[in-house]
């Protein structure tokens, strides 16, 4: 008896862990810091892909979704901070301090970044990662690449190409 409910637990432990990962990998929960979760490419099929995402300790599960015109794509690209200016939209890394939105503002080295969590202001130093993200192609995306993909019902609403390497080429010197 006491073996059957500790292998129905098991199941359930496992049942949870796999519905999970699937509907983190279609949008319907976040990863971490509330972000989609981010996958890798690994098939392109005409407009439809196949992003295997892989869920702390869970198995990978593959996501396919189709892109249309109405999908948003774009990238992240590694800017030094002297190439930056109002209206850009920017993802920065500093310690244990992250900004992501755009830039209202910039004096010196201190920007002004208004994002999901409202304004906020970053002095930069030479340990900041900076990625500016930009509008990207169809044609941009390859398998094999880092990429955070919203899907829902099948249909691709966002993705993002991850900047690789970005760590060592976007210092903010």
Do not use: C, H, W, Y
């Not at 490419?41 to 249309?68: H, M």
């Not at 880092?146 to 249909?155: H, L, Q, R």
């Amino acid at each position: 008896m006491k073996r059957m409910g500790l292998l129905l637990g098991l199941v359930a432990v496992i049942a949870l862990v796999t519905v999970g990962s699937a509907l983190a990998a279609e949008g319907k929960t976040k990863g971490a810091g509330g972000r989609p979760p981010i996958g890798e490419i690994t098939k392109i099929d005409g407009k439809t892909l196949t992003v295997s995402v892989k869920a702390e300790g869970a198995a990978a599960t593959d996501v396919t979704g189709t892109v249309d015109e109405s999908t948003e794509i774009t990238k992240a690209e590694a800017a030094k901070a002297e190439a930056l200016k109002v209206g850009d939209n920017v993802r920065i890394t500093q310690g244990d301090k992250r900004a992501s939105g755009e830039i209202t503002k910039i004096e010196g080295k201190t920007l002004t970044v208004k994002g999901r969590r409202g304004e906020e202001s970053i002095t930069l130093d030479d340990t900041a990662t900076i990625l500016l993200v930009v509008k990207a192609k169809f044609e941009d995306l390859k398998v094999g690449q880092k990429v955070m993909m919203m899907a829902k019902d099948g249909k691709v609403a966002r993705i993002s190409i991850q900047a690789p390497g970005a760590k060592e080429e976007g210092k903010a010197k």
